[in-house]
């Protein structure tokens, strides 16, 4: 059985919608991360970084939600293009962009004391930063005019693509406020395992 420790509007909500999507069986073992037990001994073994998500998969125990997406995806044989192809490329272009330029930015954004004694300021570069990679998204989905972000198939990019722009909520322009962009949230929202995702997670509106 697979096993994904989450917490409510984490990291882990990609992961949670794409194992709603694929249909296979799994639990959800919450991380008590109000109580800090993320950080804990036993949480630490499975990640050292003390970073939520965490899947359980048999044997195997992995961290960081792209891998955890890209795995499941290729183990389940849906939602990622064939390997070796022009769009298994492009897959892994913008799964690592998502991961390492706009999350890595919006980490900076929700956690800018780590950066720096002025937090003020690196929260107002953060956002201004992130502006700019939610137009560059929001020109792609308007150059292909497909309804998902790789084009016509829905993939393991579109849950990373709408919990990330989800966390740009309640920033002055988020994502939900450029035209593709906009349009594009609205279809993953509406898809049924994202619903059951929004409801079993009990989350509050806005949820994008």
């Known amino acids: 059985m697979i096993e994904l420790h989450y917490y409510p509007s984490n990291a882990s909500f990609a992961p949670h919608i794409l194992l709603e999507e694929l ?44 891998a955890i997406l890209m ?14 192809t022009p769009e298994r490329a492009q897959y892994y272009k913008w799964m690592v962009w998502l991961t390492n330029t706009l999350q890595a930015m919006l980490i900076h954004y929700f956690y800018p004391d780590r950066m720096a004694t ?23 989905l308007a150059r292909h005019g497909g309804d998902w972000f790789l084009g ?17 909520r309640m920033q002055a322009r988020p994502a939900k ?5 906009g349009a594009y949230l609205k279809r993953v929202f509406e898809r049924p395992a994202t619903q059951r995702v929004v409801a079993k997670e009990k989350l509050a509106d806005p949820v994008y």
Not at 71 to 84: K, V
Not at 152 to 168: G, H, I, K, N, Q
Not at 177 to 181: D, I, S
């Open 177 to 181: 406020a450029r035209p593709a962009l």
């Open 118 to 140: 002025d937090a003020a300021e690196v929260k107002a570069r953060a956002e201004a930063q992130v502006a700019t990679m939610l137009d560059q998204m929001d020109a792609e």
């Open 23 to 66: 249909g296979v069986p799994f639990t959800l073992r919450t991380v008590d991360r109000a109580n800090n037990e993320h950080k804990s001994p036993a949480y630490l073994k499975l990640n050292p970084n003390g970073l939520i998500p965490v899947l359980v998969d048999g044997d195997l125990v992995l961290y960081e939600t792209a």
């Open 152 to 168: 016509s198939e829905y993939t393991a990019v579109d849950p990373l693509a709408f919990m990330l722009c989800r966390w740009t």
């Open 71 to 84: 795995h499941l995806a290729d183990c389940h044989g849906r939602f990622a293009p064939a390997p070796g």
